[in-house]
């Protein structure tokens, strides 16, 4: 979390770094700060969003064409003015901006302490910034070497540019364990956490690897590594619109990416389906895909709605593929010492493709020896670099914090998996394989359709603005779903909500029913739907509010409703997709009445990199 901008070039820094501090503000809004160096090294930090932060400037002098930005997830030290970043050393030598955690910070800090440093904020920054000037000074050393060797004594996560008062020309960025993009552009760099802030400028970037250190003196690059060892920069060209970057007219970008999925889920399985729809083609598993046919045991894992659609994997790959599949939060799975096979497969799901959690338990299952494979959003970040091989989702950039397109097209990846590998394990024939293709490509139109109940979904939404608590129910592919819808209304609109599967409700929640509890039924008419009616009954008896998700037609669960949403008849295999729909758009409706930030969630932020 926390987003970092740098700029060394011809042009004016500030605007730069403002707006590119804009375009990170996903990833965390606690604070923001900028330092633009301009003979002297101006900072100016503040509390709160870049908005505020750019009301604090006002008309101050922000000249200068060397400068570094910071919007700020906290982690140590509340969100406030003087734990917002940059921070700078005691003797003023150092400027710096941090995304990560510094692990070893109180024995650094105390170390620093018993050689007269004082800090002021509560912040693991600022014991960094003073060891490399403490380890500058003493050493009578320069700059980029001091911070090498400052990087050395450091445990823990870092993506850090320094500005340096003595040498005033230079930026030295630096990477390990969190995400940062070197932009070249016409004798200008830029660089910053994702290449959201780079894109309108230059859409060649460099990804830095862990350990790697940037040197950008005068207009000019050097890369190496902490160890001082030389690097020849790696110049991609990113296929990114700035377009896609824009709300593009939309009020939020969630509703953006909402109404986005019809064509986010084309572009997904674009190429992968043959023309003649009789077969699926995943160029990123080639090399890998006959072990994955004779896989014993696949182990999906991934953290927050990426976690839901690995359940939702998980149901797609056991009914097609018919392989164990087992589930997994990225967090547990790297903390309570898992079984892990040599010929297991894990596939981790992620949409930043930089979640610490993620990333942790990807390392663990390849030193265990399982093949390990991705299927993330972003492209060049960290879980596409550190698998074996996977899928990207081609959902494009996702700005909202509370994911939406990210999880359709992750399911999407995972259903054409689980076709592809039904048929080549030959658990599926031939003329199935090809319904369910067909099924597929249907789905963006199906999407549109729906999307088309908006209006409705907000009419539904005004009902519900004051409720304190929701129930989302659902069986079979239907589970994850009432997960997510659950946690896309919490994570926005702050109202409790839960997740059940259907059947479970008489276990617990249904003591919780009274008329003043809304429960929201995803009833699409497959094979539990009778099951599912039962259910329904059980809630009305006890007064629930029901609103339900049906099958276009239904009149059954619809008469039983208070509200329902209906989505267009498909085949169980892509129905999750259809039915999360709604979900995203009664959550979107019901945090924007209750005057909710819904692009900016407080205490969220899209990117989790710390553990
Ligand atoms: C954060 C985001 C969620 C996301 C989760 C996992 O909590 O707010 O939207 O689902 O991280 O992120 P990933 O990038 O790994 O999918």
């Known amino acids: 979390m926390c987003g970092i901008v740098g700029y060394s070039g011809n042009r004016e820094a500030y605007p730069v770094i403002i707006n590119g501090l804009k375009r990170l503000e996903y990833r965390g809004y606690d604070s923001a700060g900028i330092c633009i160096v301009d003979g002297e090294t101006k900072i100016y930090k503040q509390e709160g969003k870049v908005a505020d932060l750019e009301k604090h400037i006002g008309d101050s002098p922000v000249n200068g064409t060397i400068g570094i930005g910071h919007t700020r997830w906290a982690t140590h030290g509340e969100p406030n003015n003087t734990n917002a970043h940059p921070h700078m050393s005691m003797n003023g030598k150092f400027t710096i901006i941090h995304n990560g955690i510094i692990e070893n910070y109180v024995h650094l800090k105390s170390r620093l302490e018993r050689r007269g440093y004082e800090f002021i904020s509560e912040t693991d920054t600022e014991i960094l910034v003073n060891l490399i000037e403490y380890i500058y000074l003493k050493g009578n050393i320069s700059a980029e070497i001091a911070v090498r060797l400052a990087l050395t004594k450091v445990i823990g996560a870092y993506g850090i540019v320094v500005i340096c008062k003595d040498e005033p020309d230079m930026l030295i960025a630096a990477r390990k364990g969190s995400p940062l993009v070197i932009g070249v552009g016409d004798n200008e760099y830029f660089i910053a956490s994702d290449a959201t802030p780079i894109i309108e400028y230059t859409n060649s970037v460099i990804f830095l690897n862990d350990n790697d250190v940037a040197i950008i003196h005068k207009n000019e690059l050097t890369l190496k590594t902490v160890m001082n060892e030389a690097l020849k920069p790696n110049i991609q060209t990113l296929d990114l619109d700035i377009e896609e970057i824009e709300k593009n007219g939309f009020d939020h970008f969630m509703l953006k990416e909402i109404f986005e999925q019809p064509r986010s889920i084309r572009d997904t399985f674009r190429g992968r389906i043959s023309t003649n729809l009789k077969n699926i083609h995943l160029g990123g598993l080639f090399q890998v895909l006959p072990r994955l046919i004779k896989a014993k045991r696949i182990i999906l894992i991934g953290c927050g709605t990426s976690w839901h659609a690995a359940l939702v994997g998980e149901y797609l790959i056991e009914e097609f593929a018919r392989i164990p599949v087992e589930v997994e939060y990225a967090s547990e799975f790297r903390y309570r010492n898992p079984i892990i096979f040599k010929d297991d497969i894990v596939i981790a799901i992620s949409q930043s493709g930089e979640t610490a959690d993620t990333l942790a338990a990807i390392r663990l299952a390849r030193e265990a020896g399982a093949l390990v494979l991705g299927i993330c959003n972003v492209v060049g970040s960290s879980i596409p670099r550190e698998t074996d091989a996977g899928v990207y989702t081609h959902a494009g950039p996702e700005i909202g914090v509370a994911s939406t397109k990210a999880f359709s097209t992750q399911v999407t990846v995972l259903t054409l998996m689980a076709m592809l590998l039904g048929r080549k394990r030959e658990v599926i024939t031939q003329e199935r394989y090809e319904q369910l293709i067909s099924e ?126 209906e989505i267009p008849k498909a085949s169980e295999i892509v129905e999750s997709l259809l039915a999360v729909i709604p979900l995203q758009l009664l959550a979107y409706h019901i945090a924007l009445m209750r005057g909710c930030n819904v692009d900016q969630p407080r205490n969220l932020a899209k990117s989790v990199t710390v553990e």
């Open 440 to 565: 597929m490509i249907a789905v963006p139109d199906k999407i549109e359709k729906i999307l088309e109940s908006n209006g409705k979904v907000q009419s539904i939404a005004q009902m519900f603005i004051d409720s304190t608590n929701f129930l989302y129910l659902g069986r079979g592919y239907f589970f994850p779903v009432a997960l997510e819808g659950a946690l896309k209304l919490k994570e926005i609109s702050y109202i409790h909500a839960e997740g059940y599967p259907a059947a479970e409700m008489k276990h617990g929640p249904i003591a919780l029913i009274d008329e003043k509890m809304p429960v929201v039924v995803i009833a699409p008419q497959d094979s539990s739907y009778d099951k599912v009616v039962s259910n329904v009954q059980e809630v009305k008896a006890r007064k629930g509010v029901i609103i339900s998700i049906v099958t276009e037609g239904d009149t059954v669960i619809r008469d039983m409703s208070d509200y329902s949403i």
